[in-house]
C-alpha cells in the first residue's frame, strides 16, 4: 500500500502525516504523509520542467501508457476494490463498479490520445489559410473528492495524459490510498518522472492558493462540492487559469403518471443508492405523479427496505458506511429536519447506535417546500413528492440552483423528450437511472459546474486552441 507522497517521479515522505479511517468501524488504516508548502512547489517545479518533453512525446508513446494502466486496473481489480471500500465505506459490488468504471477512462482516453484532430481550410476570402491546432494547456492542477477516489482521479488523468499536460493531483484527505495506487500503476506502466505528482497539504485550502498562485500552473480541474469550486474560481482568477469545474449535484427524478413503476423503481434503486446515495448524479428529489403515487412509493420502499446494510467489504453488503461520522451526521441532521417538519417516514430515518458511518435506507414523503429538497443529501435519503400534472412537476424539478443531472421515466418517448429538453441540466436519463460513461460527455450547467468530463469533449478541457493564419 502506497502511503508517501509522489513528486518528481520520487515517493517520498511528508512533513507530517494524516489517518485514514476505515468508516465502517473507525480504525486508522493507514498514516498517509502530508505535503509542506515547499513539496508543493517541488511538485509544480517537476511538472513544470517535464512538460515541454511530455507535450512532444509520441502520442501512440502516451496512448501505450494509459492503455497498459487500464489493462493493469482490470488485473488489479480486486485490491483496488477492497482499498475503495476500506477507505471509503462503499459496499463492495460498489467499489468493484468503480474500479470498472475508473479503468474506461484510462481505455477511453487511451484512443482519443491518438485522435486529437485539427482543421486547415480556406478562409473565405480565398487567399488566405486557416490552420487550427490544439495544443496541451500546460501544467494542471487536479482535485478530487472522496466519493469516487479512483474514477473522479482517471477521468482526469486520462484525458490529460491523452492532451500532453502534466499533472499535479490533490486526492480528498479520506480516501488518498486509492489515488496512490492509481499513481503506482501508472508509473509501473512508464509514466515519465515529473509528469503525475501527488501531494496532500494538511491545510488544504491556504497550500493550494498559494499553488493556483503560481504562474506556471496554467489549468484547474476540480470535482467536489459548488461551495469549495467557488473559492477555486476565485482563486483561479488571479492568474486567469483556465478551469474545469464538476461540482454538486441536487438531482431531480420525475415519473410521469404513465411511466412503467417496476422499471421506473429499477432505475430509481440505480440513481438513488449506487455508492449508498454518495454520488453527485444522486436522485435526491422524486417527484411522482400523484396517480400512481401509493403503488410507487409502495414498490420503492419494499426494494429499498431489502438492502443489507453493513461492513462494504463483507459479502452481501449492498449498502455500506458513509464515508466518515460528520458526513453520517449531515445527512441525519437533514432527515430530523425534515421529519419534525412534518415528513412522513416510510422507511429508516433513524440514526444506528455503534462505532461505524452507518446510515438505513430512507424513504420521505415530503411536502415540495421541505427544506431537505434544497440540499444534496449525499446518502441513502430518498424524499418523495407527489405532483399533479407535468407542468408542476418541471417546475419544481428546475427549482434549484444545481443542475448536473435530471431522470424522467414516462412510456411516452415524446412527452419523456418534450420534458427532457425543458429541465435545466447537463445530463438527463430518460428510462435509465444511470448515465455515467467514459464515452459520454459528463457535466453540469448552473451551479453544477464548468465544462465537460469523458466523452470526446474530455480532453479538449487540457487543450488550448491555437490558430495559425497562413497567406498563400
Ligand atoms: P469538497 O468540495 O469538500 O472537496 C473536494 C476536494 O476539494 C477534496 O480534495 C478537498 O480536500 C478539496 N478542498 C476542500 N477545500 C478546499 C479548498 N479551500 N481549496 C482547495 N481544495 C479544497 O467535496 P467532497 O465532500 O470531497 O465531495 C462531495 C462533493 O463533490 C459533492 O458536492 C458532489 O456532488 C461533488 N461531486 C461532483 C461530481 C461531478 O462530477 N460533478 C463528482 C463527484 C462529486
Known amino acids: 500500500m ?181 499513481v503506482d500503476i501508472l508509473e509501473r506502466c512508464g509514466l515519465p518522472k515529473g509528469v503525475l505528482n501527488v501531494i496532500l497539504p494538511a491545510q488544504t485550502g491556504p497550500a493550494i492558493s498559494k499553488v493556483l498562485h503560481d504562474s506556471r500552473v496554467k489549468n484547474l480541474s476540480f470535482t467536489g462540492s459548488t461551495f469549495v469550486g467557488k473559492i477555486l474560481l476565485k482563486e483561479a482568477a488571479d492568474q486567469v487559469i483556465r478551469c474545469s469545474m464538476e461540482l454538486g449535484g441536487n438531482a431531480p427524478f420525475v415519473v410521469l403518471d404513465d411511466a412503467n413503476i417496476e422499471e421506473a423503481v429499477k432505475g430509481l434503486m440505480m440513481a438513488k443508492m449506487r455508492n449508498g446515495g454518495a454520488a453527485c448524479t444522486a436522485a435526491n428529489r422524486i417527484y411522482v405523479a400523484r396517480s400512481i403515487g401509493d403503488k410507487f412509493i409502495a414498490e420503492f420502499s419494499k426494494a429499498m427496505a431489502a438492502l443489507k446494510m453493513g461492513v462494504g467489504r463483507e459479502a452481501g453488503t449492498q449498502l455500506g458506511a458513509s464515508v466518515s461520522i460528520k458526513e453520517r451526521n449531515k445527512i441525519a441532521e437533514l432527515v430530523d429536519a425534515s421529519k419534525a417538519g412534518g415528513a412522513k417516514v416510510h422507511l429508516g430515518g433513524t440514526t444506528p447506535d455503534g462505532a461505524g458511518a452507518f446510515y438505513p435506507a430512507t424513504v420521505l414523503e415530503v411536502s415540495k417546500d421541505d427544506k431537505i429538497l434544497a440540499n444534496e443529501v449525499f446518502g441513502p435519503v430518498a424524499p418523495v413528492v407527489l405532483f399533479d400534472t407535468d407542468e408542476e412537476a418541471l417546475a419544481m424539478a428546475n427549482d434549484t440552483e444545481f443542475g448536473l443531472i435530471s431522470y424522467v421515466y414516462s412510456e411516452d418517448l415524446k412527452r419523456a423528450i418534450r420534458f427532457a429538453e425543458g429541465i435545466e441540466a447537463g445530463m438527463v436519463g430518460i428510462n435509465r437511472g444511470l448515465l455515467s460513461d467514459p464515452a459520454a460527455p459528463f457535466g453540469g450547467v448552473k451551479q453544477s459546474g464548468l465544462g465537460r468530463e469523458g466523452g470526446f469533449d474530455g480532453v479538449h478541457e487540457f487543450l488550448q486552441t491555437k490558430y495559425i493564419g497562413v497567406e498563400i
Open 2 to 182: 502506497r502511503t508517501q507522497l509522489y513528486i518528481d517521479g520520487q515517493w517520498v515522505d511528508g512533513s507530517g502525516t494524516l489517518d485514514v479511517i476505515d468508516p465502517s468501524d473507525g480504525s486508522v488504516i493507514a498514516k498517509v504523509a502530508t505535503s509542506s508548502d515547499e513539496q508543493n512547489l517541488a511538485a509544480v517545479d517537476a511538472a513544470d520542467r517535464a512538460a515541454a518533453s511530455w507535450a512532444k512525446t509520441a502520442p501512440r508513446i502516451r496512448s501505450e501508457i494509459l492503455r497498459k494502466a487500464f489493462e493493469m486496473m482490470i488485473a488489479e481489480a480486486d485490491y483496488l476494490a477492497e482499498l475503495i471500500s476500506k477507505e471509503n465505506g462503499k459496499a463492495l459490488p460498489d467499489a468493484k463498479a468503480e474500479v470498472n468504471y475508473a479503468a474506461e477512462f484510462f481505455r477511453w482516453f487511451a484512443e482519443e490520445t491518438v485522435r486529437i484532430s485539427g482543421d486547415f481550410r480556406m478562409a473565405p476570402s480565398g487567399d488566405k489559410r486557416i490552420l487550427v491546432t490544439h495544443q496541451p494547456i500546460g501544467v494542471s492542477l487536479l482535485i478530487t473528492p472522496w466519493n469516487f477516489p479512483a474514477g473522479m482521479a482517471t477521468r482526469k488523468i486520462g484525458p490529460a495524459v491523452a492532451a500532453g499536460c502534466t499533472m499535479i493531483l490533490k486526492p480528498a484527505g479520506e480516501t488518498p490510498l486509492t489515488a496512490l495506487a492509481i
